[in-house]
C-alpha cells in the first residue's frame, strides 16, 4: 500500500482510541472497498497483508460499542448481499461478503453458509476452517456450540482427527450440556459429535471419489445421521 493510504489506517486506530468511532468506521469501510488498496506490513514488521484486511481487524478492535455501530449503518447492505448470495448458493459472492462486510451480522452469516455449501460438497476441510472463522469472530447471538460441533465433525471427515479431538474437547469443556438440532431434533451436541465419528474415514473416501456417486452429507449413512442444523444468528 503506497504511504497515504497506510496513513489513514493509523488515523483510524487514532479516531478508535479517541472513541471517535463513526470517522473510524468512515475510513476503514473506505479501505475495505478500495480492491487494489495493496498490503502493508503487520504489527512485528515480518509478515505483509492486505490492507482490507488490516482495516477490518480494527473494526474488530473497536469493542461493542464500535461495532454497534458499524452494524446499524452496515447490515441492511449486508443482508441485501446475503440473500442475493445464499439463495443462489454463490460462494464467490458470499467470499466477497465476508470481506466486505464481514463484522456486520451477515459476514457471520455468509461464513456459516460457506461452511455448510463446501460441507455438503465434501470439502470438509474448507468447510471446518469456515466455520472456525465464523466462531472467531464471537458473535454474543452467535451459536459456538453448534459451531464447534460442526468443526469437530468437519474435521473427522477431512482425515484431522487431531483437529476433530481439540475441537470436540473445547466443545465438552466449554459447553458441557450444549444441544442443537442435528438430524431434525434436539440432540446432545458432544453425542452427535462421537457418533460421527464411528464413520470409518475409507468409508467417507470411497463415497466421495467412487465413480458416479457423490457425497451425499451424512443421511447417506446407514446409521441415520441426517443432516446438521443451521448457525445462524
Known sequence: ADDELASYLVGARKSIKDGNYDRAIEILQALIDKPDSGF????????YVALWHSANEALAAMGPEGL????????????K?????????????LRRLTQQFLH???????LCRLGDIHFDRGHFARA?????????LKFASGQPAMLLAKIAMALHLAGDPAGSI??????????????????????????????????PIPDIAARRHQAGKEWRGLGAFPDGLAIMGDCNV
Open 40 to 47: 502493508i506490513a503487520n504489527a512485528d514488521g515480518k509478515q
Open 68 to 79: 454497534e455501530l458499524y452494524r446499524r449503518l452496515y447490515n441492511p447492505q449486508a443482508e
Open 81 to 93: 448481499l446475503f440473500e442475493q448470495a445464499a439463495g443462489t448458493q454463490d460462494t464467490a459472492a
Open 104 to 110: 456486520t451480522a451477515y459476514g457471520y452469516k455468509a
Open 128 to 136: 471446518a476452517m469456515y466455520w472456525r472463522r465464523a466462531l472467531r
Open 166 to 199: 481439540a475441537a470436540g474437547n473445547e466443545l465438552r469443556k466449554n459447553h458441557p450440556n450444549a444441544v442443537g438440532v442435528m438430524g431434525e431434533k434436539k440432540q446432545d451436541l458432544a453425542a452427535f459429535v462421537e457418533q460421527v465419528r464411528k464413520i
